[in-house]
């Protein structure tokens, strides 16, 4: 199952590194990827995880879509929410993690109930928020990596809390590149 990991991990960092591009490229590495990885946290008794390859598989399709229709000679253009919206969304994902949580507690013999499905849920907002090219996805993703790399470690998946970190980089820098382009398409209009 190590090389199945290395290989999702390479597939992500390419993925995010497309992303943080703003190409719509991306996303034949990401589907790519979450299948690979949907084996790897079976194997490791990581349920969410495994469960949120099959809700990326859908967005990432979805994704794939809308950027398509999207996209510019200067790639995709990104926005920001509404305070309302970041609102929203905050309370939905919470109160939908506390649901998630206690049933994989409750239910299943998942090993990190709580953090596992933290950053599943977080992980599903800051995808769909990502297929709608909204610049608070890069928040969520940042967050997402800081809560994985130790659950992984931890878990005995090196290569994937490795990947993480370096997510955690490719984040920041796409939360950057994305806040620069919102504000020359928010000058521009």
Known sequence: MKYVEWAAAAFVLVNVAL???????????????????????????????????????????????????ARDDSGVPV???????????????AMIWLCWSFAMDR?????????????????????WLLARRRVESWYLWILVDVIAVPLFAWRGLYATSAVYVVLL?????????????????????
């Open 107 to 127: 239910y299943t013999d998942a090993v990190a109930p709580w953090v596992d499905g933290a950053i599943a849920m977080l992980s599903v907002t800051a995808q």
């Open 19 to 69: 992303v943080a591009l703003r190409s719509v490229w991306n996303y034949l590495f990401a589907l790519v990827a979450v299948t690979l990885y949907a084996f790897v946290f079976f194997e490791a008794k990581l349920y969410s995880d495994m469960a949120l390859q099959g809700f990326f598989l859908v967005l990432n399709i979805y994704g794939w879509a809308a950027w398509m229709r």
């Open 169 to 189: 980089g490719l984040s920041i820098d796409g939360l950057l590149q994305w806040r620069r382009a919102a504000a020359v398409r928010r000058a521009a209009s």
């Open 79 to 93: 926005g920001w929410m509404t305070p309302g919206a970041r609102r929203g969304w905050a309370l939905a994902t």
